[in-house]
């Protein structure tokens, strides 16, 4: 089965040996995204602004895809300071609010960047009703 795949730039996709995300089928996967634009953080100290930014971005790698945010069903939240789960949450909510996909979100110990307070991956079916 052909696997198309999206790349987003990020310095670790090649160090690592990732793709930003995957089609493989009506499935998508989307790996863990966090909020770096052109090797910066955004919205550092901004739990709310990196949710955000993380959602955009996984919007953009699936509609290379072929798939839109309406075709998430499971939103996997790893975050560094849980107490923040409020703002996390409005931000989640802002875009996932109708769709209604299974969610978790766990407290985490470190992500890759200390100024990094969220990462993000998804699950998405092509035309799942």
Known sequence: MERKKVFTGSPWEPQVG??????????????????????????EGDAYAQTQCITTTIQEALRELG??????????????DISQ?????RA????????QPVATMVEVQALIDPRL??????????GGE
């Open 18 to 43: 990732y793709c930003r995300a995957i089609r493989v089928g009506d499935r998508i996967e989307v790996a863990g995204t966090t909020a770096m634009k052109d090797g910066e953080v955004v919205g």
């Open 67 to 80: 798939a839109e945010l309406s075709d998430v069903i499971r939103t996997r939240m790893f975050v560094t």
């Open 85 to 89: 789960w409020e703002a996390y949450g």
């Open 92 to 99: 989640h909510g802002e875009f996932f609010r109708d769709i």
């Open 117 to 126: 307070m969220i990462e993000i991956e998804v699950e998405a079916v092509v």
